[in-house]
């Protein structure tokens, strides 16, 4: 039973480029979340999707969007980065939005 | 908004020693979470408290909840070195697993 799977792993990018990340959740889970985690703090809220519409979102910009497919699976797209931008970006998934989160083992984005 | 401190920060163990770390909240958790984390990889899920007074353990690692669901505690009892990383507890705000994260506590254990 495959967990939570998050690409790519690692990517470089340089400020004012755009960047897609991609999940796959948990087998049988349909909620999918989005956290931001700077280096030596812990992980920040960025955003939810559930039944393909996004359900809840912490305090980031409009520049951080997302979308989930008809599978589950999402994609969280940052637009015009900027170097603080820079950090591991964790998926994690439930069924619904209530039991245990699973997380993937994230994609670390570095902006130059 | 809600805010979750733990402590301590860091905390480096001998090998065999048993050792504590808490996570204060500064509003009542609906729901509280434990994850291990090595550097720079995904959080492993440890334990998930809901009740208060709720206690649970798997293998030599016991979380508790409070009774006034407002701090948690994980004790983890003989330690090894397969124990050392980063520990972060996560408070559920009763909004549907939108988690709120403590800053961690990075524990190195010496062999």
């Known amino acids: 039973d495959a967990g939570v799977t998050q690409s790519p792993t690692h990517l470089i990018k340089t400020r004012g480029q755009q960047v897609t990340l991609r999940c796959s959740p948990k087998s049988g889970h349909d909620t999918v979340s989005w956290y931001q985690q700077a280096l030596g703090q812990g992980p920040q809220f960025i955003f939810q999707y559930y039944e393909e519409e996004e359900r809840q979102r912490g305090n980031f910009p409009d520049r951080f969007s997302g979308h989930q497919f008809p599978n589950y699976s999402s994609e969280l797209n940052v637009n015009a980065l900027l170097l603080g931008d820079s950090a591991l970006y964790l998926c994690a998934s439930s069924l619904s939005a209530a039991g245990e989160l699973f997380f993937g083992e994230g994609s670390r984005l570095t902006v130059l | 908004s809600q805010e979750l401190e733990q402590s301590p920060q860091s905390l480096i163990v001998q090998e065999g020693k048993n050792l504590t770390i808490n996570c204060t909240s500064s509003?009542?958790?609906?729901?509280l979470y434990w994850y291990k984390q090595k550097y720079g990889e995904g959080l492993i899920f440890l334990m998930m408290l809901q009740k208060g007074g709720e206690e649970k353990s798997h293998e030599k690692i016991t979380a508790k909840l409070d009774e006034k669901k407002q701090q948690s505690s994980l004790h983890i009892t003989a330690s090894q070195p397969s124990h050392a990383g980063i520990y972060l507890c996560?408070?559920?705000?009763?909004?549907?697993?939108?988690?709120?994260f403590g800053g961690g506590t990075r524990l190195m254990v010496k062999p």
């Open positions: 996560g408070a559920d705000n009763n909004a549907g697993n939108m988690l709120t």
């Open positions: 509003k009542t958790l609906y729901g």
